[in-house]
């Protein structure tokens, strides 16, 4: 278990990587370095642009199979490989290759690698296991939520949609342009860069920001 000066350090640092990744966008046309910048091409498009044979996106040029679970898909994917080692540090394997459904809002390696420096070997220490577990748990909501379902839910809450995520703790969706942008309980932004990809325990949206909860 965390203690509170630990878990107070650990959520400053994120905190602080959350301004990083934020920089000055609250504008699309931010290109801070390390910003968790908006993808050139809509979730939609994504999706159509990275398509396999079977229909179901790619994932880091790795196919995904929709007769698979979120682990095993996520475990192919070269760019996800920071997201499974948390999973499984976290203890999350069982869970997540349940039958759920789960929808997924999964960071990629290079969102992790825009965290404060340390922050995600502090995370993946055994102490810290449940700070970590509500880090992931804050990217998992309940059911299975498509792309397309998500923007009609914004749509209809002219132009806001909140997700109780599976942590607890609500996150925003919002529409730049054409693409979903997640806003976390903190403050920091992530954007959808490849949406719908279809698993056999529910769906997976990949996005390029780390979510922060309020640890």
Do not use: W
Not at 5 to 32: E, I, N, P, R, Y
Not at 125 to 150: C, I, M, R, W
């Amino acid at each position: 278990m965390m203690s509170t000066k630990h878990l107070l350090a650990v959520t400053t640092a994120m905190a602080l990587a959350a301004c990083t990744t934020m920089g000055t966008k609250d504008t699309a046309t931010s290109t801070t370095a390390g910003d968790s910048s908006m993808p050139a091409t809509s979730p939609d498009a994504a999706t159509t642009n990275t398509a396999s044979a079977s229909g179901n996106p790619t994932v880091g040029g790795a196919a995904m199979l929709s007769t698979k679970t979120i682990v095993e898909n996520a475990s192919a994917a070269p760019n996800l490989t920071t997201l499974v080692a948390a999973v499984k540090a976290a203890g999350l394997v069982e869970t997540l290759s349940g039958p759920g459904p789960f929808t997924v809002f999964a960071p990629t390696n290079d969102a992790f690698s825009r965290l404060a420096p340390g922050t995600v070997e502090s995370l993946l220490k055994p102490e810290n296991k449940a700070s970590l577990t509500k880090v992931l748990t804050y990217h998992v909501v309940a059911g299975n939520v498509s792309a397309a379902q998500l923007i009609e839910q914004i749509k209809a809450g002219n132009g806001t949609a909140t997700l109780t995520t599976v942590a607890g703790q609500p996150i925003t969706a919002t529409m730049t342009g054409n693409v979903v942008t997640l806003t976390s309980a903190t403050g920091n932004k992530s954007y959808v860069e490849v949406a719908d990809v279809r698993q056999s325990n529910g769906v997976v949206h990949v996005v390029n920001g780390v979510l922060v909860p309020t640890l």
